[in-house]
């Protein structure tokens, strides 16, 4: 391949349980599009696998046995990768049919957009649709200015993780991922993206995101001094790209999006300490701030598989 249109950043790490479902998940869409594969000391063959898959995929794969976490995985493929554009695909997400065609499409239609988004399904160990994760964009594709989307993605990281394409070099200018945040560097990174231009939104769910007992999102939500703090960071440091009026008006709604995150984390482990607290914040907020805050937070949609998974086990 000369010239790839999209490269695709795999962090890989003990993934042989869900990587050939994701490798499958890319066939037929790989017409200018390469995949980088970036494996962290693997123990299960998951190198094995990859090395089965480049026979029919256009996948290059990196060693990085002193990689520590996913973030830093991603940013040594963010680092390789030939094409303008990117998207990240971890080892236990994947592709919806025509997701390719689809996002070449919307970069073409919104060429000044600086993050193009989509909606992505919620899926648990099986491969069955729990959910469906929809960022509050509206029901149809649209363009949505910085401000808008800044003010929203603040409240609440609605977008799943597979389910973002955005420019490389304005990844890469920001310094990529922060390795230290290892919850909420992907919000931290839609959030400076959305800073500098316009999003490109579609409701189709083009990818679907695995939500397991075991996952790091799960297992890292047991500390949550470490876990709060994870949270703060991005409000923290994107709300000044807010004017002052609507960052008044959002950083309460922030503040306590994140104080629900932490209290529901600590309930699914079993600590429920203080969210009745939590919830009579939610109530004191009043009728007029209901609605974003719901909107923007997105707890139902979010929270409804999660019950789902955890019913299940």
């Given at each position: 391949m000369t010239d790839p249109w999209l490269s695709v950043l795999m962090p890989v790490y003990d993934g042989a349980t869900t990587l050939p479902r994701t490798l499958a998940s890319l066939k037929g869409q790989c017409d200018g599009v390469e995949i980088l594969a970036v494996v962290q000391q693997s123990r299960d063959g998951s190198r094995s696998l990859l090395e089965g898959?480049?026979?029919?995929?256009?996948?290059?794969?990196?060693?990085?046995?002193?990689?520590?976490?996913?973030?830093?995985?991603?940013?040594?493929?963010?680092a390789e990768a030939r094409a303008p554009l990117?998207?990240?695909?971890?080892?236990?997400?994947?592709?919806?049919?025509?997701?390719?065609?689809?996002?070449?499409?919307?970069?073409?239609?919104?060429?000044?957009?600086?993050?193009?988004?989509?909606?992505?399904?919620?899926?648990?160990?099986?491969?069955?649709?729990?959910?469906?994760?929809?960022?509050?964009?509206?029901?149809?594709?649209a363009l949505v200015d910085s401000?808008?989307?800044?003010?929203?993605?603040?409240?609440?990281?609605t977008?799943?993780?597979?389910?973002?394409?955005?420019?490389?070099?304005?990844?890469?200018?920001?310094?990529?991922?922060?390795?230290?945040?290892?919850?909420?560097?992907?919000?931290?990174?839609?959030?400076?993206?959305?800073?500098l231009g316009p999003l490109s939104w579609a409701p189709d769910p083009l990818a679907a995101f695995r939500i397991h007992s075991s996952s790091l999102t799960m297992t890292g939500s047991r500390d949550g001094a470490d876990f709060r703090r994870q949270l703060s960071i991005p409000v923290d440091r994107h709300i000044t790209a807010l004017p002052a009026p609507r960052a008044r008006e959002v950083e309460p709604l922030a503040r306590l999006s994140n104080e629900l995150n932490a209290c529901l984390a600590g309930a699914y482990h079993?600590?429920?300490?203080?969210?009745?607290?939590?919830?009579?914040?939610?109530?004191?907020?009043?009728?007029?701030?209901?609605?974003?805050?719901?909107?923007?937070?997105?707890?139902?949609?979010?929270?409804?598989?999660?019950?789902?998974?955890?019913?299940?086990?």
């Open positions: 898959a480049a026979r029919h995929l256009p996948l290059r794969i990196i060693d990085a046995p002193e990689s520590r976490n996913w973030m830093r995985n991603t940013n040594i493929a963010l990117a998207s990240m695909l971890h080892q236990d997400d994947l592709w919806r049919p025509g997701r390719a065609i689809a996002l070449r499409k919307r970069s073409a239609e919104h060429p000044e957009a600086r993050l193009w988004v989509h909606a992505a399904d919620y899926i648990n160990a099986d491969d069955r649709i729990i959910g469906r994760a929809a960022p509050p964009f509206g029901r149809k594709a401000e808008t989307a800044v003010t929203r993605l603040l409240v609440q990281n977008i799943p993780l597979p389910a973002a394409m955005f420019r490389r070099d304005d990844a890469l200018q920001g310094g990529g991922l922060d390795e230290d945040l290892w919850y909420t560097a992907d919000w931290d990174l839609w959030l400076r993206l959305a800073r079993g600590s429920a300490s203080g969210c009745w607290r939590t919830a009579a914040r939610i109530v004191m907020l009043g009728p007029a701030r209901w609605r974003p805050f719901f909107a923007y937070t997105n707890i139902i949609n979010r929270l409804r598989p999660r019950l789902r998974l955890r019913g299940q086990g």
